[in-house]
């Protein structure tokens, strides 16, 4: 990760004490789609151990059996903060993994590092929910469905959802067509900047090697 990355990420992903978003955030675990079904579907393998990569304020711990929050951002909420390529796990320990927009920064070298690294640390069968950001963005890494079946095939992952368009929800879980990203605008003093509202979303399984 270069350093202009990493203050990239500290910078807009740092912790906010003052205000009250983390506290909504926290208490809106579900505002993309297909949150609930990924959750359910950790929680039916009876996990040992979990790990949501990127974290952020850690919302699903209350909500996934054996769960570790990582982060590569501070935040008190987190249970480690490390970086992505060098996780502190052993091979084939981990039972599921959460990716939700965390494998999403730098380029494609980068990406496959920290692909390698959650597929060393997967069991077989283990299972990793996948969400990416398919926009432009500088430092972030357009995820397309092209390169999600290319990873497929390059790590021999088994996909138990294909990859599919997801929308955010708004409080009442409903679909949120207008929504704005104040925070982008707010940041970089641009109103006219704004993050994609839709995201790709599937999930992989580690089969035989």
Do not use: H
């Not at 570790?68 to 249970?79: A, E, F, K, T, W």
């Amino acid at each position: 990760m270069t350093p202009e990355l990493k203050e990239y990420l500290n910078t807009f992903f740092r912790y906010r004490p003052e205000g009250n978003g983390n506290l909504r955030k926290f208490n809106r675990p579900f505002k993309w789609q297909n949150v609930e079904k990924d959750l359910d579907l950790i929680n039916s393998l009876n996990p040992t151990l979990v790990l949501d990569i990127g974290c952020g304020d850690n919302r699903y711990k209350s909500l996934v059996n054996n769960l570790i929050g990582i982060d590569i951002v501070y935040n008190p909420l987190v249970d480690i903060v490390g970086d992505f390529t060098n996780l502190d796990f052993q091979d084939n320990s981990v039972d599921a993994i959460i990716a939700y927009g965390s494998i999403n920064f730098g380029d494609e070298e980068l990406i496959v590092k920290q692909l390698q690294e959650v597929y060393r640390v997967l069991r077989k069968d283990g299972i990793i929910c996948f969400r990416g950001s398919s926009g432009e963005r500088k430092f972030m890494y357009k995820w397309t469905e092209k390169k999600c079946y290319k990873f497929t095939k390059q790590f021999n992952f088994k996909l138990l959802e294909k990859p599919q368009i997801i929308f955010r929800l708004n409080n009442k879980g409903e679909l949120n067509e207008k929504w704005e990203d104040r925070r982008s605008q707010r940041d970089q003093n641009n109103p006219t900047v704004s993050r994609s509202l839709t995201r790709l979303w599937w999930t992989w399984q580690k089969v035989e090697e």
